[in-house]
């Protein structure tokens, strides 16, 4: 009998150069760990090793066990390799949270090529823009998505199209219900249409690939993400295997009280880094356990939280301002919960109070813990301690990362408490812009301490114990009449309002400030969306903000529109503002 080998390990050793004060204020978190030196697929296999019989992840009733997904997962390889998948191919992944989308990510990683992942209800042209940046050959995605994938094919490089359905994943009783809900209405695809159907894919592998395993390094690209539409240019970020594993281990590293078996609500998209670093990556490659979620609504994220008892749930600041006003879980028993994590965009000092409260009077022991990062590093890259935290600081930086405030732009390294931007190191940074040579170079720098270093384009601080303050991000900086104004400061000060539900602040142009402040707020249910109310907040905004930085305007919504990942969409309302000004 032979020994069982271990997989091989990496480690990154700490730069004498770089300042590492938060090493010696968190005791209980690890300063440097080992990360797997395979793929993503080498990480979960492993795992499945373990655990063959754990569940990996439920969906919509039906549980599958690890050992089932590596089945899964090996016999999707063949079938790539069948229809000419090779090493370097991109391949999209057009697919809500389901388990084919999982079978499909693992597979293109363990054939060496390259998974493209693309929100499937974006627009065709979007979609279009996806294919042809990644040059696409293959894509899956579901059969209610067909339409869009034939408008676009003509005018892409695909060689194949796979259709899943939903349907097929499902037990027999809850397959009956769903058809006569959402099945009915998904238009019926022609006999001939050039596809491959999920069934007849699988088939392909059958007939077997003797050669479909290919050997991958943990620097060689594994993922495309795409940085989100709130700021100009579609930009797609190369991921290593790296990237996701380190991730992977640090988010098991900061979270001690995990154990393989809990259960996280995998709500957030694949498409999304959180989404699929996190809330799949991270719980596959620990014996976690996925709930997955293929569309929710904050009351469907509610109940599934208590149907399941999940552990670890994440969210977007907007999302737990849902929960906050669902009457649904006025009862609801959150015990079971050892992580709340909220990412994506601001969470406000106000609201974590709020959250915070609801948690408690729900027989939740914890507290909901902010973290930070950039699609740049996958996710997170900082996060509250679990042991401690401080009033509007979104934590400290992951085991091996590592966090710079410097004069905006440069390499000057600025004191501690001076605001400067953000700039970020570690095993998690990505490998590249596909195809933008000269974006990269602007975001990707090495300095004389030897690390490369994001430039993330956000402001904060560092105070002397290494925990991080976001203050806004530069491009959304408003500038009036020479004075810098930070959005999410002011957002802050109405949130804090007793009658103001969520609020989002923007410039305007102007000829002679440069730009003006303007306010749009989402008033709590109950509260008149009048004259009177505009007064109120407009009298309170002055006791709270300077007079160079008074909104010159209030409007009302009743509801905030919101990007794919659930963030506010300012650029949005920027847009319509300055169409009412022309």
């Not at 480690?11 to 793929?39: A, H, K, M, N």
């Not at 695909?158 to 037990?171: C, F, Y």
């Not at 495309?224 to 594993?245: A, C, D, E, H, Q």
């Not at 007064?535 to 305007?553: S, V």
């Amino acid at each position: 009998m032979t020994k069982k080998q271990t997989p091989e390990t990496i480690t990154f050793p700490i730069p004498d150069t770089v300042r590492t004060p938060w090493f010696s204020q968190c005791g209980d978190l690890p300063v440097t760990i080992e990360y797997c030196c395979g793929t993503m697929y080498d990480a979960v296999r492993e795992t499945a090793r373990q655990y063959p019989n754990n569940v990996a992840f439920d969906f919509m009733g039906r549980s599958t066990t690890y050992r089932q997904m590596l089945q899964h997962i090996d016999a999707c390889a063949r079938s790539l390799r069948t229809i000419g998948t090779r090493a370097g191919d991109r391949i999209t992944i057009a697919m809500p949270n389901c388990p084919q989308a999982i079978y499909m990510l693992y597979a293109i990683n363990r054939v060496g090529a390259v998974a493209n992942m693309v929100h499937p209800l974006s627009a065709e042209k979007e979609i279009e823009e996806y294919l042809n940046l990644s040059h696409s050959t293959t894509v899956i995605t579901l059969d209610q998505f067909y339409g869009k994938i034939e408008a676009i094919r003509k005018n892409t490089e695909l060689r194949n199209v796979i259709i899943a359905r939903i349907k097929d994943e499902l037990t027999r009783p809850i397959r009956a219900g769903y058809m006569v809900t959402e099945g009915r209405k998904i238009e019926r695809i022609p006999r001939d249409a050039p596809i491959i159907s999920w069934k007849q894919f699988i088939k392909l592998g059958r007939s077997s690939f003797p050669d479909y395993k290919v050997r991958r390094k943990a620097d060689d690209p594994a993922v495309i993400l795409y940085s989100g539409g709130t700021t100009g240019k579609t930009k797609g970020i190369v991921l290593t295997n790296l990237n996701f594993n380190a991730l992977g281990e640090q988010v098991k590293a900061t979270n001690p009280m995990f154990k393989p078996g809990d259960r996280m609500l995998a709500a957030m998209p694949l498409f999304h880094g959180f989404g699929l670093g996190v809330c799949i990556h991270t719980m596959l490659a620990h014996g976690g356990r996925c709930v997955l979620v293929p569309r929710f609504t904050a009351k469907s994220y509610a109940k599934l939280i208590t149907k399941y008892r999940c552990n670890f749930i994440a969210g977007v600041p907007t999302l737990y301002e849902a929960l906050l006003r669902l009457k649904s879980v006025e009862r609801a028993d959150l015990s079971c919960l050892k992580g709340v994590f909220s990412g994506g965009d601001s969470l406000s000092i106000e609201l974590k109070r709020k959250f915070d409260r609801f948690l408690y009077n729900h027989n939740a022991s914890i507290q909901i813990r902010e973290g930070y990062g950039t699609t740049e590093c996958v996710t997170a890259s900082c996060l509250t301690p679990p042991s401690q935290s401080r009033e509007g600081s979104i934590g400290i930086p992951f085991p091996d990362t590592y966090y710079k405030i410097v004069e905006p732009g440069t390499e000057r390294e600025l004191p501690y408490g001076e605001e400067g931007e953000i700039l970020i190191a570690g095993p998690s940074v990505m490998k590249e812009y596909m195809d933008m040579p000269e974006e990269t170079a602007e975001t990707l720098r090495r300095h004389g301490d030897g690390l490369t270093w994001v430039y993330t384009g956000d402001l904060g601080t560092m105070d002397e114990d290494g925990f991080i303050y976001f203050k806004g991000r530069i491009k959304r900086m408003i500038i009036s009449s020479g004075y810098n104004i930070y959005p999410a400061q002011l957002e802050n000060i109405f949130d804090a309002h007793e009658k103001v539900h969520m609020s989002c602040i923007i410039g305007v142009p102007d000829s002679l400030r440069m730009h003006r402040v303007k306010a749009f707020v989402m008033l709590k249910e109950g509260v008149p969306a009048n004259e009177q109310t505009k007064k109120e907040l407009m009298a309170y905004a002055a006791k709270h903000i300077a007079k160079y930085a008074m909104p010159y305007d209030i409007e009302f919504r009743s509801e905030l529109p919101t990007t794919l990942v659930g963030k506010v969409a300012y650029r949005q309302l920027e847009e319509e503002a300055l169409g009412e000004e022309e």
